[in-house]
């Protein structure tokens, strides 16, 4: 690192032994342990908001997260620049942020061990983010948040105007046969799960979710939760939202069982771990089937094809884009034996 990064890193009460570039940040040896500078782009309300929960989750768990470090100045964000690539920036100065960190691997979604650990982890951590009363009037202003039915539509109405662009154009290329091909089985899903959260008590559970203060991690995914020796890490809380907590729980069981051909026992298994810790009403298991229901990764790469380059799409697209209609059978059975 530079001396502009130096510099930086001088701001704060600590002795840098070894600095090195990792995870998009630079990993740095202290006298005071391991952390992570990097660069900041959000609001200082979000990040004091941030800080104060992960805080009180790192002195009331038992659990290590990536708390922040003050500078000499008492501040969480010190402002300036970084040279890493041996030229000068002629940019505006950047914000960065100095945060605790751990050495370990990423969670393994293909072993049952870590994601059992991290499924049981995340129910504990959710009965901690419970806040009512301790940050009762902050967590209102977070507010924003678009409601999932309504979400629901939206991703509908793309599907069906991607659909019909497709469908008039005359010379389609393979992404696009693929869409015509497989969209009828994934529509059908996709308005299925509408009309289950239409029918479902999901407006209550939210609004009860905001005005007791509930708060989902929001990125709650393999990269951020942390396998070290004898611990688990969990990282990166900077997407933290007012939601209904299995919002975090399907997002999780979602890419691990798309990972695992939606392997019906590990689902259960998963859904059972969660419950042990902190138990799902029949409500909220209602609102749970309609989240999986819907074709997310399906829609996902059809929403990247309409808003990109549609005469060129990367093979790797196209391999989501057919494992997620291939997987159609085998999630309809996860689906049925988890949720009958």
């Known amino acids: 690192m530079n001396d502009m990064g130096k510099e930086i890193l001088g701001q704060y009460d600590l002795e840098i032994y070894k600095v090195k570039k990792g995870r998009g940040a630079f990993i740095c040896e202290t006298n005071q342990g391991i952390k992570l500078l990097k660069e900041y782009e959000g609001t200082m309300k979000h990040l004091e908001l941030e800080n104060e929960i992960v805080t009180y989750l790192k002195n009331s768990w038992d659990v290590k997260v990536d708390s922040y470090v003050r500078n000499k100045e008492g501040s969480l964000y010190t402002t300036g620049y970084i040279n890493s690539g041996g030229y000068k920036?002629?940019?505006?100065?950047?914000n960065y942020v100095l945060k605790d960190w751990f050495i370990g691997r990423e969670c393994n979604l293909e072993s049952e061990n870590d994601v059992l650990l991290a499924v049981r982890v995340l129910g504990m951590m959710h009965k901690k983010l419970r806040f009512k009363g301790g940050l009762e009037g902050k967590i209102k202003v977070l507010d924003k948040e678009i409601l999932l039915l309504e979400e629901f539509e939206k991703h509908n109405r793309e599907l069906r105007r991607t659909r019909n662009f497709i469908r008039d154009k005359k010379k389609k290329n393979e992404f696009e046969l693929c869409i015509i091909n497989t969209y009828s089985n994934m529509y059908e899903q996709a308005m299925k799960a509408t009309n289950i959260l239409e029918n479902s008590n999901?407006?209550?559970?939210?609004?009860?979710?905001?005005?007791?203060?509930?708060?989902?991690?929001?990125?709650?995914?393999?990269?951020?939760?942390?396998?070290l020796e004898t611990e688990i890490a969990i990282t990166n809380f900077?997407?933290?939202?007012?939601?209904?907590?299995?919002?975090?729980?399907?997002?999780?069981?979602?890419?691990?069982?798309?990972?695992?051909?939606?392997?019906?026992?590990?689902?259960?298994?998963?859904?059972?771990?969660?419950?042990?810790?902190?138990?799902?009403?029949?409500?909220e298991m209602k609102v749970l089937y309609a989240m999986f229901c819907y074709p997310e990764k399906y829609w996902k790469q059809i929403n990247y094809y309409y808003n990109n380059n549609k005469c060129w799409i990367p093979q790797r697209n196209m391999e989501k884009l057919l494992k997620a209609a291939n997987q159609y059978e085998q999630k309809n059975k996860f689906l049925e034996i988890c949720f009958s």
Not at 89 to 94: D, F, L, V
Not at 202 to 224: E, I, P, R, W
């Open 202 to 227: 999901y407006q209550k559970l939210y609004f009860d979710a905001v005005s007791q203060g509930h708060l989902c991690h929001g990125s709650y995914n393999q990269h951020n939760i942390l396998m």
């Open 238 to 283: 900077h997407k933290f939202t007012v939601q209904i907590q299995i919002y975090d729980l399907y997002q999780f069981m979602r890419k691990v069982l798309e990972k695992n051909n939606w392997n019906e026992k590990l689902g259960a298994h998963m859904i059972e771990e969660y419950n042990k810790q902190l138990p799902i009403s029949n409500e």
């Open 89 to 94: 920036y002629y940019k505006e100065p950047s």
